[in-house]
């Protein structure tokens, strides 16, 4: 990987491309620095401080700590990101909206357009529950109804402006720019979880126990991190054979090739849907006031914040962890059973005369397909259950509260997966050596059309 970067530094439109998107993040960060008008900082902390739960760690990493500091990108890029899974879902379930998905380059420029609009609303809607919400409960200095149409305002175009920085970096930098955009949130809050680890296990020990105690904690994140690259990167393959046929005097078809099906088919969204639907009902309640008590609302509560799953001294906790990994495995066949049509790859092999060797075309292969799919959803969903359960295991038995999880690690593994991956199809397409070099040599800055 880090030769990969150096010969990428060393072709002059990619250099450009990296430092164009450096400079795009500087920005991400300075801007998650800047404190919204009209806030009290001092409430803002006391009440993140106040949480015993986990319930605002899911917004700590995902915003870089914008929200907690409650700054002008508060809102990060969650409201971009949920547009985006709603409007993939509707594009299934609303026939327009797989029209224009189906129309190419045209119809997936109005579906961005559409899910632009959808970001807006979500955001201006988002703010405004907390500048109202909190803003009664002393985040405002002065609360009318200026300081909240400010807030509102600025919460907004916080959000909005950080869509625009994920696309032009998509544009002109490298990689896909929302995703870089929360790569580098989530990375900014690594430090700080990293010293909570050293305060709470290292620091003050004895000289044996604190290298027992960091020697534990990099085998477990080694560990983790490569069981994530592995779960990333697995993939089952399909044999698919075309058959020959003969135009004129030329044969064609008759060539190999095969159907890459990723392990983990629905990536990182059956944790996030689970994760939020838990927690979602705890920041409700935090918002209002209520969940501390110690009736069966309370409990219920108490059993849905991850805190205390894995808890020694209270088990009966724990069943909300069951209930997270059925909703994890569910989300995982949802998702997958809507972004994955069976049928079609079916139908479109059949056209092009394809077929799997073994299998005849038509309803045998939907069926074969279907049967692989979802063994391979449910190996994926167990990778993820393992991964994102390890952080509650260790926060339930030793009480390592960090905001970097299970779902923060998937999410930097495939970000700079992918982002190596585009960088590395740059770099083989600017040294491709072909006919329109005169010379014979390597075109290290040779454009070919781009």
């Excluded at 530094?9 to 800047?34: H, N, P």
């Excluded at 969204?269 to 309640?285: G, N």
């Excluded at 079916?346 to 279907?370: C, D, H, W």
Aim: aromatic share 10%; glycine share 10%; charged share 15%.
């Amino acid at each position: 990987m880090l030769q990969s970067v150096r010969r990428a530094f060393q072709i002059e439109d990619i250099r450009r491309r990296i430092l164009y998107t450096f400079a795009m993040l500087i920005v991400v960060r300075l801007g998650s620095q800047l404190p919204t008008p009209g806030v009290d900082p001092t409430f803002i902390q006391e009440f993140f401080e106040s949480q015993t739960g986990d319930a605002f760690n899911f917004f700590e990493a995902f915003t870089g700590g914008s929200f907690t500091n409650f700054s002008v990108f508060a809102l990060s890029i969650t409201p971009y990101i949920t547009s985006s899974i709603i409007m993939q879902l509707l594009s299934i379930a609303i026939p327009k909206l797989e029209e224009m998905r189906k129309e190419g380059e045209e119809g997936r420029k109005k579906i961005a357009a559409i899910t632009r609009y959808v970001t807006v609303g979500l955001a201006l809607i988002e703010s405004t529950a907390l500048a109202v919400g909190l803003g009664r409960q002393g985040l405002l200095e002065d609360y009318n109804f200026v300081n909240c149409a400010i807030v509102v305002c600025t919460l907004t175009a916080g959000s909005a402006f950080l869509m625009w920085i994920g696309e032009r970096i998509t544009e002109n930098g490298v990689g896909n720019g929302i995703s870089i955009v929360l790569l580098i949130n989530i990375l900014s809050r690594v430090p700080s979880d990293f010293t909570t680890l050293y305060e709470q296990f290292i620091a003050g020990k004895k000289i044996a126990q604190a290298g027992l105690a960091a020697a534990v904690i990099l085998i477990v994140l080694l560990v983790v991190t490569v069981f994530v690259v592995i779960l990333q990167s697995g993939e089952r393959r399909i044999a698919v054979q075309y058959s020959k046929k003969v135009q004129g005097r030329k044969m064609y078809g008759g060539q190999s090739t095969h159907i890459p099906l990723r392990v983990n088919t629905a990536g990182v969204i059956p944790v996030i849907f689970s994760s939020s639907l838990m927690q979602t009902p705890i920041v409700i309640a935090s918002f209002v006031g209520a969940g501390d008590g110690t009736g069966i609302g309370s409990q219920i509560l108490a059993g849905m914040n991850s805190n205390n799953w894995c808890d020694p001294d209270r088990p009966i906790y724990s069943i909300g962890l069951v209930v997270y990994i059925l909703l994890t495995i569910f989300f995982a066949y949802f998702y997958t059973s809507i972004t994955f049509n069976p049928m079609e790859i079916a139908n479109n092999m059949k056209k092009s005369g394809g077929f799997i060797p073994g299998i005849r075309p038509g309803k045998p292969t939907v069926e074969y397909l279907q049967k692989i799919l979802n063994y391979i959803i449910f190996i994926g969903a167990c990778g993820l259950i393992i991964v994102q359960v390890i952080p509650y295991f260790f926060n339930g038995v030793f009480g390592a509260n960090v905001s970097f999880g299970g779902t923060s690690l998937i999410i930097i593994v495939g970000v700079v997966l992918d982002t190596i991956k585009k960088i590395e199809s740059q770099m083989l397409v600017r040294n491709y050596t072909g006919f329109l070099n005169n010379k014979g040599s390597n075109m290290t800055n040779s454009f070919l059309g781009y």
